[in-house]
């Protein structure tokens, strides 16, 4: 059964920094690509992050660019949201997801499968 498990939420103040991890199972994470998402109270579910696990190849939306990091370890079938410098409205329910991968243009498409519960990041001080 594939299945994505995040982890790593919690409770941080505004400049602070949280590691977000995902763990794979039940497929090869190198054959896909993996988008971070949230969902903050009240709003839609967003992209924030993409990772094609195949060559490394990531992308940010432009509100976390500079300050958030997407990695992959292949071996471990995880993949992680390092995330520095945090805001207020970074506030919400992370998760993961398996997404598309364009390969032609070398980016991330929607995102298909099942998804996991997600992990809670706060900002506030």
Do not use: H
């Amino acid at each position: 059964q594939m299945q994505l498990v995040e982890s790593g939420g919690g409770l941080v103040q505004p400049g602070g920094s949280l590691r977000l991890s995902c763990a794979a199972s039940g497929f090869t994470l190198a054959n896909y690509a993996i988008g971070w998402f949230r969902q903050a109270p009240g709003k839609e579910r967003e992209e924030v992050a993409c990772i094609n696990n195949g060559d490394g190849t990531t992308s940010y939306v432009a509100s976390v660019k500079g300050r958030f990091t997407v990695s992959g370890d292949n071996a471990k079938n995880m993949v992680y949201l390092q995330m520095n410098s945090l805001k207020p409205e970074d506030t919400g329910v992370y998760y993961c997801a398996r997404r598309v991968w364009y390969g032609n243009s070398a980016r991330c498409g929607p995102a298909f499968g099942s998804w996991g519960q997600g992990t809670q990041v706060t900002v506030s001080s």
